[in-house]
T-cell receptor, first 115, second 115 residues
Framework: KAGVTQTPRYLIKTRGQQVTLSCSPI?????VSWYQQTPGQGLQFLFE???????NKGNFPGRFSGRQFSNSRSEMNVSTLELGDSALYLC??????????????FGPGTRLTVL | AQSVSQHNHHVILSEAASLELGCNYS??????LFWYVQYPGQHLQLLLK??????LVKGIKGFEAEFIKSKFSFNLRKPSVQWSDTAEYFC?????????????FGDGTTLTVKP
């Protein structure tokens, strides 16, 4: 099975712009979670989607949003970019998302740099 | 809200030395516990997990961790490290009986193994 894929891998934007990141989960996985990883804050949970619905949300401003499509692919969007949004954005997928024993499988991440 | 503390930010060992990385969590209820590893240039991957049962869990590559409920700890151990264990290690928790797509991560410990 192919792993979790994320596109693009690298992105450079300027302050005020918006950006859309994409995540394709492992085939058959229905739950997709997004995390932000920075040297200062570590890994922080952004949100989780399951069956096209946002099921959990972390403590991020409304500029961060996401969605999930019927094929379980997910996108996250960040509007009005700030310098502090520079980070590695990780996507993780789980099989059914209904069993708390599910294992999360992480993608390689998208490295976003805001200038 | 739960939190995770990893006491060692950077550990340097020689090959064949024993390893113990500390992880303590703060949460009022029962939790699921995880250790993840991120090798240089690679994805974050699951090393081991604890949900219930024997508090001593074994993971991949000779790693093990022990859950001590009274100490809110889940320390990672390996009797003899190898140069290939050089990586960043993350401890994570999520409240039991909730989906595992919303994990709280520690800040990570960078392990450098000298050949």
């Amino acid at each position: 099975k192919a792993g979790v894929t994320q596109t693009p891998r690298y992105l450079i934007k300027t302050r005020g712009q918006q950006v859309t990141l994409s995540c394709s989960p492992i085939s058959g996985h229905r739950s997709v979670s997004w995390y932000q990883q920075t040297p200062g804050q570590g890994l922080q949970f952004l949100f989780e989607y399951f069956s096209e619905t946002q099921r959990n949300k972390g403590n991020f401003p409304g500029r961060f949003s996401g969605r999930q499509f019927s094929n379980s692919r997910s996108e996250m969007n960040v509007s009005t970019l700030e310098l502090g949004d520079s980070a590695l954005y990780l996507c993780a997928s789980r099989a059914q998302g209904l069993d708390y024993t599910d294992t999360q499988y992480f993608g390689p991440g998208t490295r976003l740099t805001v200038l | 809200a739960q939190s995770v503390s990893q006491h060692n930010h950077h550990v340097i060992l020689s090959e064949a030395a024993s390893l113990e990385l500390g992880c303590n969590y703060s949460y009022g209820g029962t939790v699921n516990l995880f250790w993840y590893v991120q090798y240089p240039g690679q994805h974050l991957q699951l090393l081991l997990k604890y949900f219930s049962g024997d508090p001593l869990v074994k993971g991949i590559k000779g790693f093990e961790a022990e859950f001590i409920k009274s100490k809110f700890s889940f320390n990672l151990r390996k009797p003899s490290v190898q140069w290939s264990d050089t990586a960043e290690y993350f401890c994570a928790v999520n409240p039991k009986n909730t989906n595992a797509g919303k994990s709280t991560f520690g800040d990570g410990t960078t392990l450098t193994v000298k050949p």
